[in-house]
């Protein structure tokens, strides 16, 4: 069964503090892994498509690397904007256009 | 300009009644889709519509009626509402079947008391 498993749940970051966020996958065949920044009472917000293993994508302070079992979302400098859920799906090949989504990472970044 | 809108943003109904979601999208994209979110915040595709057929219904109870007039709408009609069908309810659309971003509206958060 294809499943997305992400880690930590909760993160708590000082200001300037780098770290990295994990999207673990099981697919029968990867067609697009997909991460998507949502804030409270907001639908989630397109960031990074990634479609074979060594991509890489990058903006601003992210940068969405990609692997054959996971996914990293690493943020460098973090400041207070960028506290938000962060969410992983993939796309199945054979699944047309299903998204399959983790739990999410709940990013806090303090001043 | 708002690329997926969604009415209404909150609703708030009893159980048994009907209630109706409206989705847009002016992004001129040809498929469209219904996720709903729960209160532990996972999201989980229902249904989607690719040039206004209907291409993934996910186990989805039949009181939940996807209608789609045209490409930019795709509307959510809710049968006989139950305690459980509280959630965040989310449209999303993208250009063709696979390996495409999809954008999402802003959700509308339906309560049944």
């Known amino acids: 069964e294809d499943q997305v498993t992400q880690s930590p749940e909760a993160l708590r970051l000082q200001e300037g503090e780098s770290s990295s966020l994990n999207c673990s996958y099981t697919v029968s065949g990867l067609r697009g892994l997909f991460w998507y920044r949502q804030d409270p009472g907001k639908g989630p917000e397109f960031l990074f498509t990634l479609y074979s293993a060594g991509e890489e994508k990058e903006k601003e302070r992210l940068k969405a690397t990609l692997t054959k079992k996971e996914s990293f979302l690493h943020i460098t400098a973090p400041k207070p904007e960028d506290s938000a859920t962060y969410l992983c799906a993939v796309q199945a090949e054979g699944n047309t256009d299903k998204l399959i989504f983790g739990t999410g990472t709940r990013l806090q970044v303090f001043p | 300009d708002t690329a997926v809108s969604q009415t209404p943003k909150y609703l708030v109904t009893q159980m048994g009644n009907d209630k109706s979601i409206k989705c847009e999208q002016n992004?001129?994209?040809?498929?469209m889709y219904w996720y709903k979110q729960d209160s532990k915040k996972f999201l989980k595709i229902m249904f989607s519509y690719n040039n206004k057929e209907l291409i993934i219904n996910e186990t989805v109870p039949n009181r939940f009626s996807p209608k789609s007039p045209d490409k930019a709408h795709l509307n959510l009609h809710i049968n006989s509402l139950e305690l459980g069908d509280s959630a965040v309810y989310f449209c999303?659309?993208?250009?063709?079947?696979?390996?495409?971003?999809?954008?999402f509206g802003p959700g509308t958060r339906l309560t049944v008391t």
């Open positions: 992004l001129g994209h040809d498929t």
């Open positions: 999303a659309s993208s250009q063709g079947l696979a390996g495409r971003e999809q954008y």
